[in-house]
């Protein structure tokens, strides 16, 4: 994996006391086992999607995946329907 540089001002890192962490969840070969996994029916990816929320509900999804209190395991935000223009009437 290659990225572009950044610069970074280490004088502000260094003057505000801050630190820089990074972190990687998944290499190569987890992304090719989780496909494989997918593909063989291993793993139902509709199974592991517990909720559906519209973008204009977005907040709900956020309290719903921070409160644990439901069976959350993977929430969705779909976009909203889409609003159909109704003509203007002649004369408004």
């Not at 972190?23 to 139902?44: C, F, K, N, P, Y």
């Not at 929320?53 to 779909?78: M, N, Q, Y």
Request: charged share 25%; net charge negative.
């Amino acid at each position: 994996m290659s990225a572009a540089p950044i610069s970074i001002d280490t004088w502000r890192l260094v003057g505000r006391e801050l630190g820089i962490r990074s972190s990687l969840s998944h290499t190569v070969d987890d992304v090719r086992t989780a496909v494989a996994m997918i593909e063989s029916g291993t793993v139902v990816v509709s199974d592991l999607l517990t909720h559906t929320v519209p973008l204009s509900d977005a907040r709900r999804a956020f309290r719903l995946l921070a409160s644990r209190t439901e069976e959350v395991l993977k929430c969705v935000i779909v976009p909203d329907p889409q609003v159909t223009e109704q003509p203007t009437p002649e004369g408004a």
